[in-house]
């Protein structure tokens, strides 16, 4: 799948299975949440509005109050990819939460995940 087919996907496509990834885990939807607002800076209405607006990915994280300072701190492989040697900046955020989530559903404590 090429770049911009990604940064075209619709967050509310998405968001589901993430969630539907952590559940299976016994964890929430309130950790998903957590953690997106943690990367992204939405507090939980401006989260549920991009979602009700059906916001592209690209248009998601354009839109961020702001991207947290410590995402650098993300890093690990997913999909595939070391998080932090992804050099679109788009493409590392969306691999930082995929990383976050992916975190989330293997029970890693939430206080580790959010690296304070």
């Not at 957590?34 to 607006?53: K, M």
Request: aromatic share 6%; with cysteine; hydrophobic share 40%.
């Amino acid at each position: 799948m090429t770049n911009d087919r990604v940064f075209k996907m619709k967050v509310s496509d998405v968001y589901p299975l993430l969630i539907q990834k952590v559940e299976r885990k016994g964890k929430t939807k309130m950790d998903v949440d957590i953690v997106t607002q943690w990367l992204t800076g939405y507090d939980a209405e401006g989260l549920q509005s991009q979602l009700d607006n059906g916001a592209s990915y690209e248009q998601f994280f354009a839109e961020a109050p702001q991207i947290n300072p410590n995402a650098d701190k993300v890093t690990g492989v997913i999909c595939g990819h070391r998080v932090e040697l992804i050099s679109d900046p788009l493409m590392q955020n969306i691999r930082r939460l995929d990383k976050l989530v992916d975190e989330v559903a293997k029970g890693r404590a939430m206080e580790k995940i959010l690296r304070k």
